[in-house]
């Protein structure tokens, strides 16, 4: 996921991980809103996860 967000523009500063769920603690720029990060943080994690297990997530 630091990937993904340098790719965006932005830090991973901290990701955890779990199971089910992966917390983070991002730096974003100021035009950059929360709902946004996420959605690049969850759109290129699936993508990366159906590349690597060719499942759909």
Sequence with gaps: M??????NG????????M???APALLSLWPTLT???A????????SAWMKEVTDKNF
């Design 2 to 7: 630091g990937g993904i967000a340098r790719e």
């Design 10 to 17: 932005f830090r991973a500063l901290c990701i955890g991980g």
């Design 19 to 21: 199971a089910e769920h």
């Design 34 to 36: 929360i709902a946004k």
């Design 38 to 45: 996420v959605q690049l943080v969850k759109a290129g994690s």
